[in-house]
């Protein structure tokens, strides 16, 4: 009778823990950004992945040959240098400014604007302005957004990705012990990809993975080798772009 029991209890909580791990169907959340843009509209679709839990992400635009041409969408945190859990001197935590160059470090890095403290970052002095940020979306999203400029007819699409704290057997907490940049992030960042052509439209431009960012933040290259990640790989299940005019 025991032996049953406790395999019943068993049973129960392996069933429970696996339907955790299955996605809700959800409604994406729409938000605009850049409403002023006068070049093309664009869409970006995203559906949450089985890794999702309120990640920083920065979707941008640049040439074919790489060169930066401008931000759709970054997470306010990162585009203020202000975070709600930046600051823990009162023995609590609350808003405050803080630098994470670990966090989004290619678009920060192909942003190309250094602050005060030598870092690819924005600061509360010197913020990305208000028209291309916003809250992080905590589930699926549409952001609807538009070009700065006409006369772009190929380009591409780079959408950045990271959660924070999802160490894996590779990516562990001691890892790299005295990089405390390295401890804010864990699994580097993920990018994701698409190139548009005007001139040869498509419905939908799937975004694929091109590559993770270094894992602390120290520069802004394009790592491809992905075999250690896990669940990074996962924060999104699909990234989708559409141009609408």
Known sequence: MKRSLVFA????????????RIPVEESPDHFSSNPLGSGPALEIEMIRGEGHNHPLMAIWVESPEGQFIQTLYVAESIAKGMFQHG???????????????????????KRGIKNERGLYLPTPTNPVPDAYTGATPGQSFILHTKLDEPGLTKFRILFEINQTWDWNEFWTNNKFPEDEEYKSSCQPAVIYSATIDLENLQEEYPLTIIGRSHHSGANGELFTDLETLSTALHIAESIIARILE
Not at 9 to 20: K, Q, R
């Open 87 to 109: 600051d823990a001197t009162r023995g609590f935590w609350m808003p405050g400014e803080i630098q994470r160059p670990a966090a989004l470090p290619h678009w920060s890095h």
């Open 9 to 20: 209890l068993l049973t129960i909580l392996v069933l429970s823990c696996s339907n955790t």
